[in-house]
């Protein structure tokens, strides 16, 4: 049922009255058509656009920044990446296995408008308890919708993270990224910039998909059963790779001046949203538009969200060039019409003029001052009750590896053909981010993305601050300058003002630390209304942070295993007391409460910069991040990657406020790392660390042996058997999902 | 000497070969469009691994039909080196260059990882650096890999060592674990009578750089240069 | 009791894209100039031996389970099912 019935539209009050107003007269039933999916949260942004311009999003590198459908940097030699974050999680929660697959499609379709060559995907998911039958039924379909669509294209999904708690049981989150390379100087914008320029439609011919028959008053629709429909629309990535190669031939042309993809909103978003950025119009004839089914309507052709469709804006001498090589791929096209200097959308249809906006409206609908109210019990849930401490410590490292929140994902990534496009150096599995080199140069780039839901649900700020600062050092552990990001947000219903308030915290933690560490972010995605109708529960704040780094030596790559029997291992960076929506209190004691670790600048650019020197100056190549599980947990996978294993003093980790041994083994407190180097090379470590104000320590020696044995001053507390780990964490999610191991 | 790499709608690997070829091996390689291939002056041809026609169907099948293949058939015979790789081997077996059929892997998903082979055979036209007995690491990724056959035709393989390379352990046995999909007999590649076509589900242009390969080394490269030593012999 | 054949055939629904028959149709059969061919769906077939009372009570069985054990996704696929008097 839409807000405004009468005129079947979403739009408020205050909306329409504003719309009339500047329009200076009453739309016609098309032009609402067209104005309730632009005004629609998902295409216009309205009730986030005033918070994310917050995120600072300039550097000397940055060469595309937010509005656009990808951001893009340079990464020297001549040569840009472009990457980009969407999600599609309400399709994915209805049906997953197509909802995740034209996830893939549609942010392929991003990275293209840049003329850039996709080269990676990541899959960013949250699912609930996969005790649960439906959870563990969206979680292997999603993943098998993200395979088959990814595989077929041949773009090498090679990062990601899944997680998994209580509240994404219903609202599954399925986020994906791309990243892709192109030449600076062949750089296409989704824009119209020139009149006279010609509009041209490529790709799948248009039918009826993502409309719904309730929705619109059309007499065709209606005698259509709404069961004949499907909800979801249903890719094909056969035809997208066959788009994907299109395009990047019709761009060498040199006569592709813009390129955008339909995505949401069809035609009218794509349309409205080029001739806006260009500052002109466009006159399209929907008579011209290649389709699959009969007698559409023009609201139809305008809102159908008919997959793998791009929109070329084609310079008029190379036009007949551009088409050949459509024709050379039998892709299907059709010239539709015309930019133009009105600033208006025109559409036309048998001759007639059916609609006419200007753009400017279509595009920046105004924006929704929403109430952000901390909810008054927040603090509330900070209070702990501490538990015991267990006494068979060996066990809990057992167990934590076996959770799924810790337990390998092989199982997902395996799925994945990660190794397509013969660029990924460092592989899904062997360090904290993804390394892919650049073909024909000397450099390559490090991708991953993070988010601790559960800290941005006990505290968004720091929850949130602290996503950047873990994906930052997760680059920064094989070898990479972080140098931007985009971000994937994923909140309830803003209009609660305490979710609206969890989305200003989270904007607000980001900004902190971006600022801080000299970071822009060039793009990201918002998504809204992920909360379960009945019960009002919304998804825990997951703001997805993607990290993009460079590399610029291939000396420095680093991975996480243990390599060296004799190498010593030193803890860089200060271990707190901070067990809030830690595993360990969750998984182990059933303690969703606490305080989570703060995220603080100065901390994380010290121990970011210790690890930078110590790689660069050659003292080390065995690098992780400490994050989920601790230090014991992180020790446990360097010793189960290596198939070494070792010897610890946990005694000697540098700590502040920490009184038990649960506490030092398993808090998650930001701005660690644990290396290994050898003999000669700590001396060196520990030099760079002072310098850095960050305190660093020799705790313990890599063993050929299968033991981590972990000792507190004379007792051993902990011996675990490296192979046994190994098998626990890798059988852990396989064994859930009864496959076969 | 010249080499074609085709490519189909939907071939992904095409670009991977392609690198291999100019960039490490540095010969003289062009990609070419499956409508095209049709005048037959190069000394050899690779189909690459992919999902011509999105897999549509079974994979393989739709390319099988495409105009190229006549070409590709009078190259066979002629003597020529003819590597099928993943998609690429697909292609041969539904042409019937070579015989047998690849079915989805056993465990119903699309598997990749980085498997160990045995080369059986150093006589073909791009076994010959192999050591027989060997063991080579590359990664399978696949999901249609299972090569089945009936007891004959298996058995006309086997007896003349026609299966080229076989999923085996670190220690080089033929287990059912080290057998990413079941493949019968762990056949993971073959050739024809001649020993001038072979295809095989493992990618070894993923393994001719050490970069990319987790132990450093290039085995995949030894068939690339095996094709080049057959050439310059010929 | 008696047996019975049930077969089902899942198909994305009516109006749905099918990209494999689409290409089917497109990449193979008319390049291939059989004309009289007019459009190609694929789906996916499974016969099922069903111990029942009679036809209605296999054919309700089965819709049942397909729904329960979500053989089928009701929200993309259509099924349809036909029973048979299993004469092996």
Not at chain 1, 26 to 42: Q, R, T, Y
Not at chain 1, 155 to 180: H, Q, Y
Not at chain 1, 326 to 333: A, G, M, V, Y
Not at chain 1, 684 to 698: D, L, Q, S, T, Y
Request: contains cysteine.
């Amino acid at each position: 049922m839409k807000q405004n019935p009468t005129l079947n539209v979403d739009l408020t009050e205050q909306e329409t009255c504003g719309v009339r107003k500047t329009l200076g007269r009453e739309p016609n039933k098309i032009e609402w058509g067209m104005l309730d999916i632009m005004f629609s949260e998902h295409c216009s942004y309205k009730s986030s656009r005033p918070l994310l311009k917050g995120l600072p999003s300039k550097s000397k590198r940055v060469v595309v920044g937010p509005g656009y459908d990808s951001g893009v940097v340079d990464v020297g030699d001549g040569y840009v990446v472009a990457f980009k974050v969407e999600s599609h999680n309400h399709p994915s929660a209805i049906d997953p296995y197509n909802g995740a697959a034209t996830g893939i499609g549609g942010i392929i379709r991003d990275i293209l408008c840049t003329n850039c060559r996709p080269i990676a995907l990541l899959d960013l998911l949250r699912f609930g308890d996969l005790k649960n039958k439906h959870c563990r039924w969206l979680f292997k379909h999603v993943v098998r919708g993200i395979a088959e669509y990814g595989n077929s294209t041949g773009i090498p999904t090679v990062a990601g993270e899944v997680s998994f708690d209580n509240s994404f049981e219903t609202n599954c989150l399925v986020n994906v990224a791309c990243v892709g390379v192109g030449k600076r100087g062949k750089l296409t914008l989704a824009r119209m910039d020139k009149p006279g320029d010609y509009v041209v439609l490529v790709g799948g011919s248009t039918g009826r998909d993502g409309i719904r028959g309730v929705t619109f008053a059309s007499k065709t629709i209606s005698e259509e059963s709404e069961f004949d429909r499907p909800a979801v629309q249903i890719g094909d990535p056969f035809a997208k790779k066959v788009v994907i190669e299109a395009t990047l031939e019709a761009a060498e042309t040199g006569f592709v001046r813009g390129i955008k993809d339909l995505g949401g909103g069809g035609l009218t978003c794509a349309l409205s949203e080029m001739s806006n950025k260009g500052g002109t119009g466009v006159e399209v004839d929907l008579g011209k538009v290649h389709v699959r089914e009969e007698g559409m309507t023009p609201l139809e052709l305008m809102l159908s969200e008919s997959q793998e469709r791009m929109v070329f804006v084609v310079e008029p001498e190379g036009l007949k060039q551009v088409l050949n090589v459509f024709d050379r791929w039998e892709l299907p096209h059709s010239v539709i019409g015309r930019v133009t200097e009105t600033g208006k959308v025109v559409v036309r249809l048998s001759g007639k003029t059916v609609a006419e906006l200007p753009s400017k409206i279509l595009a920046e609908p105004p924006i929704i001052r929403r109430r952000a109210l901390m909810p008054r019990k927040h603090m509330e849930l900070w209070r702990v009750i501490k538990p015991k401490q267990p006494k068979n410590l060996t066990n809990i490292v057992y167990r934590l590896l076996s959770t799924p929140n810790i337990a390998s994902k092989e199982y997902v990534f395996q799925q994945y053909d990660h190794e397509v496009g013969i660029r990924t150096v460092v592989k899904p599995g062997e360090a904290d981010a993804a390394v892919l080199r650049l073909l024909e140069t000397d450099r390559a780039i490090a991708v991953k993305a993070d988010c601790n839901s559960r800290f941005c649900y006990l505290d968004p700020f720091n929850g949130h601050a602290g996503a950047v600062a873990e994906v930052a050092r997760n680059v920064v552990s094989v070898g990479a300058e972080p140098i931007a990001v985009v971000d994937g947000c994923n909140f309830g219903n803003p209009e609660k003002p305490e979710v609206f308030w969890q989305f200003s915290e989270a904007i607000r933690g980001m900004v902190y630390m971006l600022r801080g560490l000299r970071l822009p972010c060039v793009g990201g995605n918002v998504s809204f209304y992920n909360e379960d109708e009945g019960s009002g529960r919304a998804v825990k704040p997951t703001s997805i942070v993607m990290m993009l780094g460079l590399i610029e030596n291939l000396n420095w790559i680093s991975t996480m295993a243990f390599k060296q029997p004799g190498n010593l291992i030193i803890v860089v960076g200060r271990t707190y007391p901070e067990m809030g929506g830690s595993v360990y209190y969750n998984e182990i004691h059933g303690i969703a409460s606490g305080k989570p670790p703060r995220a603080l600048v100065e901390k994380e650019k010290g121990s970011i910069n210790t690890v930078k020197q110590s790689i660069r100056e050659g003292c080390t190549r065995t690098v992780h991040d400490c994050s989920i599980g601790g230090l014991a947990v992180a020790l446990a996978l360097m010793a189960v990657k290596g198939g070494l294993g070792a010897r610890v003093n946990i005694d000697k980790v540098p700590k502040a406020g920490v009184k038990r041994l649960d506490e030092l083994l398993f808090s998650e407190s930001n701005a660690r790392f644990v290396l290994a180097a050898s003999e000669n090379n700590v001396d060196k470590i520990v030099r760079f660390a002072k310098r850095n104000g960050v305190p660093a320590a020799v705790v313990g020696e890599v063993e050929n042996s299968n033991h981590l044995s972990i000792f507190n001053r004379e007792a051993k507390v902990i011996d675990c058997l490296v192979d046994r780990m190994q098998k626990v964490w890798s059988h852990a999610i396989p064994k859930l999902m009864g496959e076969i191991c | 000497m010249k080499v074609a790499v085709v490519r189909f709608p939907g071939s992904n690997c095409d670009l991977d070969v392609l690198y291999v070829l100019r960039n490490v091996l540095k010969v003289d390689a062009n990609l070419v469009w499956h409508r095209s291939f049709s005048h037959n002056d190069f000394d050899a041809v690779f189909l690459p691994g992919g999902f011509s026609y999105g897999d549509y169907l079974r994979a393989g099948a739709i390319a099988s039909h495409s105009p190229s293949l006549p070409t590709v058939r009078k190259m066979a015979e002629e003597g020529k080196p003819i590597l099928g790789i993943c998609n690429g081997f697909q292609i041969l077996i539904e042409a019937g260059l070579l015989p047998g059929a690849l079915l989805r892997n056993s465990c119903l998903r699309f598997v990749c990882k980085w498997v160990s082979l045995v080369a059986e055979n150093d006589r073909t036209a791009f076994t010959q650096l192999l050591q027989r007995g060997s063991i080579l690491r590359m990664p399978v990724a696949h999901h249609e890999g299972r090569y089945v056959n009936d007891e004959e035709g298996l058995r006309e393989l086997e007896e003349n060592g026609r299966v080229v390379f076989r999923y085996v352990d670190e220690s080089g046995k033929a287990t059912e674990a080290a057998n990413p999909n079941s493949s019968m007999n762990n056949i993971a590649g073959i050739c024809n009578k001649e020993g001038n076509v072979l295809g095989l589900m493992p990618h070894p242009e993923r393994a001719s750089e050490p970069i990319l390969d987790p132990c450093g080394k290039t085995d995949g490269l030894l068939l690339f240069r095996s094709m080049l030593e057959f050439l310059r012999s010929r | 009791m008696r047996s019975f054949i049930v077969e089902a055939v899942i198909e994305n629904k009516p109006l749905a894209k099918d990209p494999e028959g689409e290409t089917v149709y497109r990449d193979l059969i008319t390049k291939s100039g059989y004309e009289a061919v007019r459009g190609v769906r694929s789906g996916k077939y499974l016969r099922l031996t069903v111990e029942a009372k009679d036809a209605d009570e296999a054919r309700d069985l089965v819709s049942k389970m397909f729904n329960d054990l979500r053989i089928f996704n009701p929200v993309v696929h259509s099924c349809r099912i036909t029973v048979r008097m299993n004469v092996e």
